[in-house]
């Protein structure tokens, strides 16, 4: 249905010129400039190596946790981080933990401060995740494993559970 909408509504901003532009002009607007991307932290652990690379563990259970945080830095610029953490287990053995937080300095441009929130916490971190995709993938594969390729994260769904939290925890209080 989400497909219906959004093809629905293309011809109707281009049948209406004023609109469309109108739209584009917000929609363009509005944007997340990243000024630079970094490792804070990473750290791999291959504890029971060698043996698990010799025996083979067979298929690893993996879990993985994700975070999200920012911090205002200046006046308009956020450091966000983005932290994925990734630990496989097979047959009660450890066969490896990786954890790596990875950050963006970002500034916000034509939002409005309703929309400040939400561009920082769910575009950054979607603009993050391919990087620390491909850093896990390595760090896994170098440590004598295959490679771990974590699938696409809903950062909006991230981002609601987070203000359910954060609402919970001030009814509690």
Known sequence: M?????????????DNGKSSSTGDTANTARQIIVHAQYVKDLSFENPNAPRVLIEGA???DVEITVNVGAQLISENQYEVTLNLAAKATAKDNVLFLVDVTYAGLVSPEGATADEINPLIMIE?????????????????????FMPLNIQPIDFVAVYQHNLAQQAAAQTSN
């Open 124 to 144: 950054a971190p979607q603009l993050l995740f391919p990087f620390v995709r491909a850093i896990i993938s390595d760090a896994t594969r170098n440590g004598g």
């Open 58 to 60: 067979g298929q690893p």
């Open 2 to 14: 989400a497909k219906d909408t959004k093809t629905k509504k293309t011809p109707a901003s281009k």
